[in-house]
């Protein structure tokens, strides 16, 4: 089975442009959440999605959005880039809601903002 | 404001040893924590939770320990093995029974298996 792929692998941005991230999950999986991890820390929570619908939001401006499609898969939207949202963006798809299912990550986009 | 603290960035040990990582956090809300370990170019990849009501779990060479009043965690590795050398992450929730998936971070640490 397929796992949790993320597209594209590498992105290079100019700050004040908008980019969009993709998330494909894992087949049966409802649940995607985006992190945001800057090199040298751990991830940071981002969005949960759930049937469609945002189910947890982190510390994040409004610059950053997310949805999640029919099939469950999944977008990350960043509009008016700065430097600092270079880092590498984690998708990560699960059955369902609660922290006691386990989550699968996808290899992430790393994002350079120039 | 660092809720989950990996206080050592880095961690050698020999091969066939025991590998101890160390994790603490502020929080006294948090009820439920994993342990997450990531090769390079690699997502993280669960390896073991524990919740608040246990004070160990156990997984093959890998067990958790969490000690509540010191709000403080450590996963032991034995024996450590050459393909364990990567980056751990520690990770703690408030609320596991909810529909909560904000996972909290530390920074990680790099274990590195020397043979």
């Known amino acids: 089975d397929a796992g949790v792929t993320q597209s594209p692998t590498h992105l290079i941005k100019t700050r004040g442009q908008h980019v969009t991230l993709r998330c494909s999950p894992i087949?049966?999986?409802?649940?995607v959440s985006w992190y945001q991890q800057v090199l040298g820390q751990g991830p940071q929570f981002i969005f949960q999605?759930?049937?469609?619908?945002?189910?947890g939001r982190g510390n994040f401006p409004d610059r950053f959005s997310a949805r999640q499609f029919p099939n469950y898969s999944s977008e990350l939207n960043v509009n008016a880039l700065l430097l600092g949202d270079s880092a590498l963006y984690l998708c990560a798809s699960s059955v369902g809601l609660a922290v006691t299912y386990e989550q699968y990550f996808g290899p992430g986009t790393r994002l350079t903002v120039t | 404001d660092q809720q989950v603290k990996q206080n050592s960035p880095s961690l050698s040990v020999q091969e066939g040893r025991i590998s101890i990582l160390n994790c603490d956090y502020t929080?006294?809300?948090?009820?439920?924590f994993l342990w997450y370990k990531k090769y390079p170019a690699e997502g993280p990849t669960f390896l073991i939770s524990i919740s608040s009501i246990k004070d160990k779990n156990e997984d093959g060479r890998f067990t958790v320990f969490l000690n509540k009043s010191a709000k403080h965690l450590s996963l032991h590795i034995v024996p450590s093995q050459p393909g364990d050398s990567a980056v751990y992450f520690c990770?703690?929730?408030?609320?596991?029974?909810?529909?909560?998936?904000?996972?909290?971070w530390g920074a990680g640490t790099k274990l590195i298996i020397k043979p």
């Open positions: 999605y759930y049937e469609k619908e945002e189910r």
């Open positions: 087949s049966g999986h409802k649940s």
């Open positions: 990770a703690a929730s408030e609320g596991f029974m909810d529909s909560n998936y904000q996972l909290i």
């Open positions: 929080n006294s809300m948090f009820d439920y």
